[in-house]
């Protein structure tokens, strides 16, 4: 079966062809960083008018790269949600206006399950039941996947995501948009030894997470440098980036641990943009060992939004018998255990 894939949830316009015969075909990706980095974050109308005239052009390069004719086609996966509205109706509407026209089913997608099973795309790949955190701009979250689309969400943020966190921590220490790979790269050259940031909810019981506090810990450290002599100098913004990377990736470490733990599970999935990140993949490594575990990730491309992940999910669905219809309804906001 082949399966086209679009995703256009936020910034990133997606587009990906699986076959369940030989995996991802063909694939590509247009993100819209440069558009929205001089705002600092995304501005959904901006987003969704980049989508309309991206997703046609990407969808032709997928199907000539792949030398698919629609024919070939099974089905269509679109994301359906959570994410812009705005954006989401864009690849809504396109994908249920090419399976009209093809005559071929268009079914809709949550984009956090296609973050979820980006790793099953891997060889090894792990098997449910299994534990899986996920980790990216919007979400963090840990749940227990007792198979595929059985979702029990075991612990989550009670505020702001890691993804944002290290975003919003970019802006303060004035390195950009998106703010993960630019604190990562900063705190190559920090001084280990000068902050210890707290680990926030560590020390209660529970599987939820919490990066508000860290942040503002993170703004009040930045404003004393800033105030110093020297001001905010390349030393102190090394050593912030190190010291809240550090906070953040313990603070996932140790709930991943926890919940491991918690449910006998033997694999543990992550995915999301922050799954990328290094020092993560490094310290959550070192604790699977401990624990005669494993753990798995997407590819690093897959990692962030893509249509792979939407195409793969879409097959899923399709084994599972869901329906499609060509209403076209997206959600704002959508619970993934309503899956
Ligand atoms: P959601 O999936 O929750 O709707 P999103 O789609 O915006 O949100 P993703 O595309 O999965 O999120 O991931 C983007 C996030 O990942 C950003 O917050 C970005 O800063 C973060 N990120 C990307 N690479 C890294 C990295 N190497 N280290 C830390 N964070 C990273
Ligand atoms: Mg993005
Ligand atoms: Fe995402």
Not at 166 to 176: H, N, P, R, V, Y
Request: proline fraction near 5%.
């Amino acid at each position: 079966m082949r399966i086209l894939g679009i995703e256009t949830s936020c910034d990133e316009t997606g587009v990906a062809l699986y076959d369940s015969d030989c995996g991802i075909v063909a694939d590509a990706l247009y993100s819209q960083i440069e558009l929205h980095a001089e705002y600092g974050g995304v501005v959904p109308e901006l987003a969704s008018r980049d989508h309309v005239r991206k997703l046609i052009p990407l969808i032709k390069e997928v199907m000539a790269k792949a030398g698919s004719q629609p024919a070939d086609l099974d089905a269509i996966a679109y994301t359906a949600g959570p994410g812009l509205v705005g954006a989401l109706m864009v690849g809504a509407s396109v994908a249920k206006s090419l399976a009209y026209a093809w005559g071929i089913p268009a079914l809709s997608v949550h984009h956090m399950e296609g973050h979820l099973l980006a790793p099953l795309l891997e060889d090894p790949a792990p098997q449910a039941p299994f534990v899986a955190l996920l980790v990216s701009g919007g979400h963090t979250q840990l749940v227990n996947v007792a198979s595929i689309g059985q979702y029990q969400i075991l612990g989550e943020s009670l505020d702001d995501a890691a993804g944002e966190a290290f975003d919003k921590t970019a802006k303060m220490l004035g390195l950009g948009y998106p703010g993960g790979p630019n604190v990562a790269k900063a705190a190559q050259q920090g001084n280990a030894s000068r902050f210890r940031f707290p680990r926030p909810m560590v020390d209660r019981p529970g599987l939820d997470f919490s990066f508000s506090g860290l942040k503002t810990f993170t703004l009040n450290t930045r404003n004393k440098c800033a105030e110093a002599d020297a001001g905010l100098t390349p030393e102190d913004v090394a050593d912030i980036a190190w010291a809240f990377q550090d906070a953040v990736v313990d603070t996932l470490t140790i709930k991943c641990k926890r919940a491991l733990k918690q449910t006998g599970s033997k694999q543990l999935v992550v995915a999301g943009g922050v799954s990328a990140n290094l020092l993560l993949r490094e310290k959550l490594a070192d604790m699977v060992a401990k624990l005669g575990a494993q753990v798995f990730y997407p590819q690093l491309r897959f990692c962030t939004d893509n249509g792979a992940m939407i195409a793969f999910a879409g097959y899923q669905r399709m084994l599972a018998g869901q329906e499609a219809d060509l209403k076209v309804k997206v959600r704002a906001r959508w619970p993934m255990t309503e899956l």
